[in-house]
Protein backbone atom coordinates (compact mmCIF):
# COMPACT_ATOMS: atom_id res chain seq x y z
CA UNK A 1 0.00 0.00 0.00
CA UNK A 2 0.82 3.33 -0.77
CA UNK A 3 -0.45 6.87 -0.16
CA UNK A 4 0.17 9.31 -3.12
CA UNK A 5 0.12 13.46 -2.54
CA UNK A 6 -0.33 16.13 -4.43
CA UNK A 7 3.62 17.88 -4.60
CA UNK A 8 2.48 21.23 -4.50
CA UNK A 9 0.21 21.46 -1.91
CA UNK A 10 0.98 17.82 0.22
CA UNK A 11 -2.84 17.15 -0.23
CA UNK A 12 -3.85 13.58 -0.18
CA UNK A 13 -4.89 12.59 -3.63
CA UNK A 14 -5.23 8.55 -3.19
CA UNK A 15 -4.63 5.50 -1.26
CA UNK A 16 -3.66 2.44 -4.01
CA UNK A 17 -2.32 -1.05 -3.32
CA UNK A 18 1.35 -1.38 -4.33
CA UNK A 19 2.25 -2.07 -7.40
CA UNK A 20 3.96 -5.26 -9.05
CA UNK A 21 7.80 -4.84 -9.46
CA UNK A 22 9.04 -3.53 -12.82
CA UNK A 23 5.70 -2.54 -13.48
CA UNK A 24 5.91 1.82 -14.38
CA UNK A 25 3.70 4.05 -13.91
CA UNK A 26 2.67 7.84 -14.79
CA UNK A 27 3.66 9.81 -11.46
CA UNK A 28 3.77 13.77 -13.10
CA UNK A 29 3.20 16.13 -10.17
CA UNK A 30 2.90 13.20 -7.64
CA UNK A 31 4.97 11.76 -4.65
CA UNK A 32 4.06 8.71 -2.56
CA UNK A 33 4.80 8.13 0.86
CA UNK A 34 5.62 3.76 1.14
CA UNK A 35 3.43 2.27 3.80
CA UNK A 36 5.21 -0.65 5.15
CA UNK A 37 4.26 -4.19 4.33
CA UNK A 38 1.57 -5.74 7.11
CA UNK A 39 1.46 -2.10 8.74
CA UNK A 40 -2.33 -1.10 9.03
CA UNK A 41 -2.96 2.83 8.85
CA UNK A 42 -6.11 4.24 8.57
CA UNK A 43 -6.68 6.77 5.93
CA UNK A 44 -9.78 9.49 6.59
CA UNK A 45 -11.33 12.97 5.81
CA UNK A 46 -9.30 14.25 8.76
CA UNK A 47 -6.31 12.52 7.98
CA UNK A 48 -2.69 14.78 6.78
CA UNK A 49 1.09 14.53 5.21
CA UNK A 50 1.99 17.73 6.94
CA UNK A 51 2.96 18.43 9.71
CA UNK A 52 4.70 15.76 10.41
CA UNK A 53 3.88 16.06 14.28
CA UNK A 54 2.97 12.69 15.71
CA UNK A 55 -0.33 12.29 13.57
CA UNK A 56 0.47 12.51 10.42
CA UNK A 57 0.36 9.91 7.56
CA UNK A 58 4.17 8.94 7.85
CA UNK A 59 4.53 8.88 11.58
CA UNK A 60 1.27 6.44 11.94
CA UNK A 61 2.34 4.04 9.36
CA UNK A 62 5.99 4.01 11.23
CA UNK A 63 3.97 3.37 14.30
CA UNK A 64 2.04 1.15 12.79
CA UNK A 65 5.64 -1.09 11.98
CA UNK A 66 6.58 -0.53 15.46
CA UNK A 67 3.52 -2.64 16.81
CA UNK A 68 4.42 -5.48 14.21
CA UNK A 69 7.60 -5.97 16.57
CA UNK A 70 6.57 -6.10 20.03
CA UNK A 71 10.53 -7.18 20.89
CA UNK A 72 11.22 -3.55 20.43
CA UNK A 73 10.01 -0.46 22.07
CA UNK A 74 10.97 2.19 19.90
CA UNK A 75 11.52 3.65 16.34
CA UNK A 76 13.30 6.32 14.34
CA UNK A 77 12.32 7.36 10.89
CA UNK A 78 12.22 9.81 7.99
CA UNK A 79 10.07 9.86 5.24
CA UNK A 80 12.23 12.25 3.50
CA UNK A 81 9.48 14.64 3.22
CA UNK A 82 10.91 18.50 3.62
CA UNK A 83 13.60 20.52 4.29
CA UNK A 84 13.79 19.38 7.94
CA UNK A 85 14.51 16.07 7.15
CA UNK A 86 17.35 16.94 5.01
CA UNK A 87 19.17 18.00 8.31
CA UNK A 88 18.73 13.89 9.06
CA UNK A 89 21.32 13.20 6.61
CA UNK A 90 25.06 14.11 6.66
CA UNK A 91 26.29 14.78 3.47
CA UNK A 92 29.95 15.56 4.68
CA UNK A 93 30.11 11.58 6.26
CA UNK A 94 32.72 9.12 4.42
CA UNK A 95 31.07 5.42 4.28
CA UNK A 96 32.22 2.37 6.53
CA UNK A 97 35.48 2.18 4.30
CA UNK A 98 36.19 5.49 3.52
CA UNK A 99 33.50 6.19 0.21
CA UNK A 100 32.71 9.67 0.05
CA UNK A 101 28.87 10.85 -0.11
CA UNK A 102 27.33 10.87 -3.16
CA UNK A 103 24.03 11.40 -3.53
CA UNK A 104 21.38 13.96 -4.61
CA UNK A 105 18.76 15.64 -1.67
CA UNK A 106 17.38 18.82 -1.22
CA UNK A 107 18.50 21.53 1.17
CA UNK A 108 17.60 21.75 4.58
CA UNK A 109 19.92 24.91 5.49
CA UNK A 110 20.08 28.58 4.11
CA UNK A 111 21.21 30.86 3.51
CA UNK A 112 20.02 30.15 0.01
CA UNK A 113 16.46 28.80 -0.35
CA UNK A 114 16.01 25.62 1.75
CA UNK A 115 13.43 22.71 0.05
CA UNK A 116 13.11 19.16 -0.40
CA UNK A 117 11.06 17.05 -2.93
CA UNK A 118 9.39 13.99 -1.74
CA UNK A 119 10.76 10.62 -2.95
CA UNK A 120 13.47 12.63 -4.66
CA UNK A 121 16.65 11.57 -2.31
CA UNK A 122 18.78 9.71 -5.00
CA UNK A 123 21.88 7.39 -3.94
CA UNK A 124 23.63 7.69 -7.37
CA UNK A 125 25.14 4.78 -9.41
CA UNK A 126 28.47 3.88 -9.06
CA UNK A 127 31.31 5.80 -11.31
CA UNK A 128 33.55 3.21 -12.62
CA UNK A 129 35.52 5.67 -14.16
CA UNK A 130 37.09 6.09 -10.86
CA UNK A 131 40.15 4.15 -9.73
CA UNK A 132 38.88 2.80 -7.27
CA UNK A 133 35.31 3.00 -8.14
CA UNK A 134 33.21 5.17 -6.32
CA UNK A 135 29.94 3.67 -5.67
CA UNK A 136 26.70 5.89 -4.86
CA UNK A 137 26.94 7.10 -1.05
CA UNK A 138 24.50 8.33 1.66
CA UNK A 139 25.33 8.61 5.29
CA UNK A 140 22.40 10.07 8.07
CA UNK A 141 23.09 12.25 10.12
CA UNK A 142 23.80 10.86 13.98
CA UNK A 143 21.25 10.03 16.22
CA UNK A 144 21.45 10.11 20.15
CA UNK A 145 19.13 7.21 21.65
CA UNK A 146 19.87 8.18 25.06
CA UNK A 147 16.69 9.57 25.61
CA UNK A 148 14.88 6.53 24.84
CA UNK A 149 17.17 4.50 26.23
CA UNK A 150 20.13 5.89 28.99
CA UNK A 151 22.45 2.75 27.66
CA UNK A 152 21.63 2.88 24.51
CA UNK A 153 20.92 -0.36 22.69
CA UNK A 154 22.47 -3.42 21.12
CA UNK A 155 20.00 -5.31 18.98
CA UNK A 156 18.22 -3.46 16.15
CA UNK A 157 16.28 -3.70 12.83
CA UNK A 158 16.43 -1.76 9.92
CA UNK A 159 13.96 -0.80 7.01
CA UNK A 160 13.78 0.91 4.25
CA UNK A 161 12.09 1.21 0.74
CA UNK A 162 13.45 2.72 -2.41
CA UNK A 163 11.97 3.33 -6.34
CA UNK A 164 12.92 3.67 -9.55
CA UNK A 165 12.50 7.07 -11.47
CA UNK A 166 12.41 7.87 -15.37
CA UNK A 167 11.44 10.60 -17.34
CA UNK A 168 10.23 10.06 -21.17
CA UNK A 169 11.54 13.21 -23.16
CA UNK A 170 9.09 15.93 -24.20
CA UNK A 171 8.56 15.80 -28.08
CA UNK A 172 7.11 18.28 -30.01
CA UNK A 173 8.29 17.86 -33.56
CA UNK A 174 7.50 18.83 -36.89
CA UNK A 175 10.02 17.46 -39.17
CA UNK A 176 12.40 14.17 -39.66
CA UNK A 177 11.23 10.58 -37.68
CA UNK A 178 9.29 12.47 -35.01
CA UNK A 179 7.40 14.49 -37.46
CA UNK A 180 4.17 15.29 -36.00
CA UNK A 181 4.58 13.39 -32.33
CA UNK A 182 3.25 15.72 -29.24
CA UNK A 183 4.21 14.26 -26.30
CA UNK A 184 4.91 15.34 -22.91
CA UNK A 185 7.36 14.38 -20.32
CA UNK A 186 6.43 12.22 -18.43
CA UNK A 187 7.86 10.93 -15.04
CA UNK A 188 7.42 7.45 -13.85
CA UNK A 189 7.57 5.56 -10.62
CA UNK A 190 8.68 1.90 -10.43
CA UNK A 191 8.33 -0.69 -7.94
CA UNK A 192 12.08 -2.38 -7.46
CA UNK A 193 12.82 -5.45 -5.12
CA UNK A 194 14.00 -4.10 -1.45
CA UNK A 195 17.35 -5.92 -1.64
CA UNK A 196 18.19 -5.73 -5.18
CA UNK A 197 21.97 -6.78 -5.81
CA UNK A 198 24.88 -3.89 -5.20
CA UNK A 199 22.55 -2.18 -3.09
CA UNK A 200 24.03 -2.42 0.84
CA UNK A 201 22.50 -1.11 4.17
CA UNK A 202 25.40 -0.92 7.03
CA UNK A 203 24.50 0.14 10.76
CA UNK A 204 26.99 1.86 13.34
CA UNK A 205 25.74 2.68 16.96
CA UNK A 206 29.09 4.31 17.67
CA UNK A 207 28.94 7.53 15.51
CA UNK A 208 30.18 5.73 12.52
CA UNK A 209 33.46 4.56 14.14
CA UNK A 210 32.46 0.94 13.54
CA UNK A 211 29.89 -0.60 11.07
CA UNK A 212 28.12 -3.62 10.70
CA UNK A 213 27.03 -4.71 7.57
CA UNK A 214 25.89 -5.24 4.41
CA UNK A 215 22.82 -5.48 7.06
CA UNK A 216 19.52 -7.55 5.54
CA UNK A 217 16.12 -5.50 5.64
CA UNK A 218 14.20 -6.28 8.95
CA UNK A 219 16.52 -8.77 10.18
CA UNK A 220 17.60 -8.06 13.67
CA UNK A 221 21.08 -6.73 14.04
CA UNK A 222 22.50 -8.22 17.64
CA UNK A 223 25.91 -5.17 17.84
CA UNK A 224 26.95 -7.45 21.06
CA UNK A 225 27.44 -4.32 23.04
CA UNK A 226 25.26 -1.15 24.16
CA UNK A 227 26.26 1.97 22.33
CA UNK A 228 24.09 5.18 21.81
CA UNK A 229 24.87 7.10 18.77
CA UNK A 230 23.52 5.32 15.53
CA UNK A 231 24.04 6.10 12.23
CA UNK A 232 23.13 4.40 8.92
CA UNK A 233 24.56 4.12 5.47
CA UNK A 234 23.57 3.48 2.41
CA UNK A 235 25.86 1.96 -0.90
CA UNK A 236 24.80 1.84 -4.39
CA UNK A 237 27.30 -0.57 -6.30
CA UNK A 238 24.72 -0.51 -9.44
CA UNK A 239 24.02 1.74 -12.70
CA UNK A 240 21.11 2.44 -11.77
CA UNK A 241 20.04 5.39 -9.22
CA UNK A 242 18.51 4.62 -6.45
CA UNK A 243 15.70 6.76 -4.82
CA UNK A 244 15.51 6.59 -1.09
CA UNK A 245 11.97 7.58 0.06
CA UNK A 246 12.05 6.36 3.58
CA UNK A 247 14.28 4.89 6.20
CA UNK A 248 13.57 3.83 9.70
CA UNK A 249 15.35 1.63 12.97
CA UNK A 250 13.94 -0.18 15.62
CA UNK A 251 15.59 -0.87 19.14
Known amino acids: MRIVGDLVNYDILQVEKTPDLSEPKTFNGRFAIPVPGGASVHVGPSSYILPQDGG ?30 VLDLDLTATGPTGEITR ?24 NFQTAPVRPGCLVTANVDITPYSALGADEFLVWWYIWEFDTTDDI ?14 LKRITEIDQEPSGWEVYI ?28 LCFLNRTNNRRYLAAYAFMF
Open 56 to 85: DLASLAAQAMLAQFPMYSHIVYNFLLESAD
Open 204 to 231: SHDNGANWVGPIGRLEPIDMITFNTDVR
Open 103 to 126: AQTGRGVGPDPVGQAPNMTQVLPQ
Open 172 to 185: ASDYGATLGENEPA
